[in-house]
């Protein structure tokens, strides 16, 4: 599957911002869909899976209360939702699919397909 991510860009802390990925290349609705994010100098981490049907979701603590994972299984896309922003959401956020149902898997290695990514900058 190929994904698409897009939306990032320059905000305020405390403002918001909405980041999508497009997927094409394969039956969208067979893979769990989620995001990671990479800070400078940092490893990748999770941040929200969304299971194939869009009723299970996972987040990280960090984000959990701020940011909503969603999906339009019909437009092959899923969404990130990100409110309440502050300075540490700063980082290049990636698109990530995983074949299956498990919204489990925190781990980057878990997951075999990749947008390219795109970045998000929190101003203080």
């Known amino acids: 599957v190929l994904l698409q991510a897009s939306g990032g860009g320059l905000v305020q802390a405390g403002g918001f911002l909405r980041v999508t990925c497009a997927a094409s290349?394969?039956?969208?609705?067979?893979?769990?869909m989620g995001w990671f994010r990479q800070a400078p100098g940092k490893e990748r981490e999770f941040v929200a899976v969304?299971?194939?049907?869009?009723?299970?979701?996972n987040y990280a603590d960090s984000v959990k209360g701020r940011f909503t994972i969603s999906r339009d299984n019909a437009k092959n896309t899923v969404y990130l939702q990100m409110n309440s922003l502050k300075p540490e959401d700063t980082a290049v956020y990636y698109c990530?699919?995983?074949?299956?149902?498990?919204?489990?898997?925190?781990?980057?290695?878990?997951?075999?397909?990749w947008g390219q990514g795109t970045k998000v900058t929190v101003s203080s």
């Open positions: 990530t699919a995983r074949y299956g149902d498990n919204i489990y898997p925190r781990s980057p290695t878990e997951y075999g397909y």
């Open positions: 290349g394969r039956p969208f609705s067979n893979y769990v």
């Open positions: 969304i299971n194939s049907s869009g009723v299970r979701k």
